[in-house]
């Protein structure tokens, strides 16, 4: 009864915060774009521009409301959002919504696998290195981590399509489905096939961050005092690792690793521009350069949403998982 | 069983990063304990007394440097003994509830010590369950994390732990902290028991009083150096003890109507001189030179120039 009642009143506190969170982000955005020095009329046209009169101008301004002011314009805009519209993208000619429907799922699979990837590999890299500490495993792997920490993610997209694409031919060098076809006619295998290599260039960076916290939390828990106990008792350092130190460094990197979603969408953005991988991160920066503002708002709030979703599922495993906070059922 | 001959214990750290140094923080220790007996170790907080239970299991942190002679059941004590005794002979029972793993429920961690010890696997929970109950902690608790537990029953959760294998040698750090007068004889009580059967205890305490109702010997230490080692019954308030240090911590007990001032804590000698020189009334620039060896006196042992 109690856990119920706190479960409620969590989701309550999730949701005013997540509608508060929404109402800024939106605010702010649109402020944002609204002081953008990109012309959304001469960014549709774009070399069209030349052919096209001031009288045509004004009408398609007119059509898209333009002419209004900034402020009437934003309540017009946050009064459909709230009705779920998010209005036509201009450079699609198409509702925002489906845009971002068809991207993301182009760009979950992407993100999904460089996120399983980079939390598995990330995790027992850091805990071999933690219980080895100062061994020569240790040293590789920390070395490793930091180079990949303060490397950018478009550098290594490049280094690895130049030897992997362009040298040994073994991947494609662009997009998610072979070039002249529909996604609809692409096979299973082939679309795997295209997005081995970004993934790879994803996880290959988000593996360091994992890695290096997962080290420093094995190597606190290899000298807690309840790890001096267990080898007072006879435990080796391999029973101390599994049996003691692992569940102590899972539940932290577990946490981590759902936060950690925020920045997979922005590694995304840089990753599918390297590959001009057609997922949502392409998209966003499209809708940047051509001043398909309607898109680039809807992407925002969006993201806005799959990244509260990440870090509230987060606080939900910490709850579920940790005894200390489970057994008290006090959820925050 | 255990004999320790100058035991010293120093940690190294760099200063700035660069300069490493070393900080003795135990200079000489002297004791020994044989089978069927128990040994008292008191001493104020920072004389060295957990880290001499700890050196005798090698658990030491890693920055730790150790050197004396150990020697245990007449053989000599090397690290790579020491990883195969611990646990099978010799036990340790820790002095906080932090030496208990968090996130694991109690009575996997005292199966899993008894299966460390050589109890096999299939027996160990009943042999937990067992532990439990001597220590009479109901049989649910073994399903309880250790944030779940009262500071008394971890206490006797701790001891249930080092005390489920055959160890014949037990290091019981500070065993009934925290314990109710009842239940803090019990404890003893089970470990004067383990020691009658044949066993050796080394009892770590503050509380001089409980020890001398089970130990046979006590041992006394003052900023990581052995003062004085006498027999129980010497603290009895007729003047039988040897050193100005141990007088001072038996006037101290309450109830004893001296209201001496002991130093707050255990002073770390920095010179190489006794470590009581500054609270000691017979000093002399004898004593701030040289660290006293040690006498043997009234059946008992002493570190003092004026002994
Ligand atoms: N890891 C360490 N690094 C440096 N100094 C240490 C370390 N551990 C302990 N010491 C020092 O060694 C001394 C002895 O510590 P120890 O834990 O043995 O005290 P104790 O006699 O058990 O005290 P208490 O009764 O409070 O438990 C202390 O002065 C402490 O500061
Ligand atoms: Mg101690």
Redesign the pocket.
């Known amino acids: 009864m109690i856990m119920k009642n706190t479960l409620i009143l969590f989701c309550l506190k999730k949701i005013l915060r997540l509608m508060l969170l929404m109402a800024a982000v939106a605010t702010f955005s649109y402020v944002l774009v609204s002081f953008s020095p990109v012309n959304p009329v001469d960014a549709y046209l774009g070399t069209a521009i030349l052919k096209v009169s001031p009288e045509q101008r004004e009408i398609i301004a007119k059509r898209w409301g333009l002419d209004q002011p900034p402020v009437e314009r934003f309540f017009n805009w946050a009064s459909q959002l709230i009705q779920g519209n998010f209005g036509l993208s201009t450079i699609f000619n198409e509702p925002v919504l489906s845009v971002i429907g068809k991207r993301f799922v182009t760009s979950f699979w992407l993100m999904f696998l460089a996120w399983t990837l980079s939390g598995i590999f990330g995790f027992v890299l850091g805990v071999l290195s933690g219980t080895f500490e100062n061994s020569v495993l240790d040293k590789s792997i920390s070395l490793y981590a930091y180079t990949m920490a303060s490397t950018p993610t478009f550098w290594v997209g490049m280094v690895l399509l130049t030897v992997f694409s362009i040298q040994l031919g073994w991947t494609p060098v662009c997009c998610a489905w072979p070039v002249g076809l529909s996604p609809e006619q692409a096979t299973l295998g082939q679309r795997v096939h295209h997005l081995v290599l970004p993934a790879f260039t994803l996880s290959l960076i988000g593996i360091a961050q994992i890695t290096l916290h997962t080290r420093e939390k094995t190597i606190e828990a290899m000298n807690s005092d309840y790890a001096a106990f267990a080898r007072a008792q006879g435990e080796k350092d391999l029973g101390i690792a599994f049996r003691h130190a692992l569940r102590n460094v899972l539940l932290p990197a577990v946490t981590l690793q759902f936060a950690s979603i925020g920045e997979l969408f922005g590694g995304a953005v840089l990753a599918e521009q390297v590959f001009s991988y057609p997922g949502l991160g392409k998209t966003t920066v499209e809708a940047g350069y051509r001043g398909d503002v309607p898109l680039l708002l809807g992407i925002v709030i969006f993201s806005t949403l799959f990244v509260f979703a990440g870090n509230t599922m987060a606080d939900l495993i910490y709850q579920a998982v940790d005894p200390r906070i489970r057994k008290t059922g006090g959820l925050i | 069983m255990l004999d320790i001959k100058s035991l010293s214990i120093g940690?190294s750290s760099y200063s700035f990063g660069l300069k490493k140094h070393t900080?003795l923080?135990?200079r000489s220790l002297d004791l020994s304990v044989s089978k069927k007996e128990v040994l008292a170790v008191v001493?104020?907080?920072?004389?060295?007394?957990?880290?001499?239970a700890h050196a005798l299991l090698g658990i030491l942190?890693r920055?730790?440097s150790l050197s004396g002679d150990l020697t245990f059941k007449g053989k000599k004590l090397t690290p790579k003994d020491m990883a195969l005794l611990r646990g099978r002979e010799i036990a340790l029972i820790p002095?906080s509830m932090t030496y208990l793993n968090p996130l694991l429920k109690v009575g996997v961690q005292i199966a899993r010590a008894a299966e460390l010890s050589g109890v096999s696997p299939k027996a160990s929970w009943k042999a937990t369950l067992e532990a439990l109950r001597r220590y009479r902690l109901e049989e649910k608790i073994a399903r309880r994390f250790p944030f779940q537990l009262s500071g008394g029953m971890a206490r006797r959760i701790l001891t249930a732990t080092a005390t489920i294998g055959k160890a014949d040698l037990i290091l019981a750090d500070?065993p009934t902290n925290g314990l109710d007068q009842a239940t803090a004889g019990e404890t003893l009580g089970h470990l004067r028991g383990l020691a009658d059967a044949g066993k050796a205890v080394l009892l770590?305490t503050?509380d001089i009083e409980a020890a001398l109702s089970i130990a046979d010997r006590v041992t006394v230490?003052c900023g990581?150096v052995t003062v004085e080692e006498a027999r129980a019954s010497d603290f009895n308030g007729s003047g039988k003890l040897r050193h100005p240090y141990s007088r001072a911590l038996w006037d101290a007990l309450p109830g004893r109507g001296f209201v001496k001032s002991l130093p707050a804590r255990?002073p770390?000698s920095s010179s190489g001189g006794c470590p009581f020189i500054f609270f000691c009334e017979k000093s002399t620039p004898l004593c701030e030179g040289s660290l006293p060896g040690i006498k043997n006196l009234n059946q008992g042992c002493v570190r003092c120039h004026h002994a």
């Open positions: 940690f900080v923080a135990i001493g104020q907080s920072g004389a060295g007394k957990s880290l001499l942190p920055n730790a002095q500070e770590i503050h230490f990581g255990s770390i």
